[in-house]
């Protein structure tokens, strides 16, 4: 088998966690946590279905799988990137939030 051509499980596998990726993005964008977080757990059960036969793979498909593995690292790192700027967007708004509302306090004590 050549590295250019994976075998039809190969690809499917590669689809599915595609498919994943584009629903994690979809619900970060839309703010969607108990989405997100269903997604990943049924992300993490493919995966790890996938790896547990991985051992037996002959090496130039293990070296695809390694990439994949990698790319999906990497697209990880930018959807936690996202999530931690708008954690950080939301606490400066909270925090403007709570403000406001102890000015409100204090003018209504007057």
Same mark, same amino acid.
């Given at each position: 088998m050549s590295l #250019?051509?994976?075998d039809p499980n190969f690809l499917e596998w590669q689809q599915q966690l595609q498919g994943f990726a584009d629903n994690i993005q979809e619900c970060i964008l839309k703010a969607e946590w108990e989405g997100l977080a269903d997604i990943l757990d049924? +992300?993490?059960v493919c995966l790890e279905q996938f790896f547990a036969g991985v051992a037996c793979l002959p !090496?130039? *498909?293990k070296l695809l799988v *390694?990439? @994949?593995a990698q790319s999906m690292l990497e697209? #990880? &790192? @930018?959807? /936690? $990137?996202? /999530? !931690? !700027?708008q954690k950080s967007l939301s606490a400066a708004q909270q925090s403007v939030l709570d +403000?406001?509302? *102890? &000015?409100?306090? &204090?003018?209504? $004590?007057?």
């Open positions: #250019d051509f994976p049924k +992300r993490q !090496e130039h *498909k *390694k990439q @994949v697209q #990880d &790192a @930018v959807f /936690i $990137s996202y /999530i !931690e !700027e +403000r406001g509302r *102890k &000015a409100m306090q &204090a003018y209504n $004590s007057y």
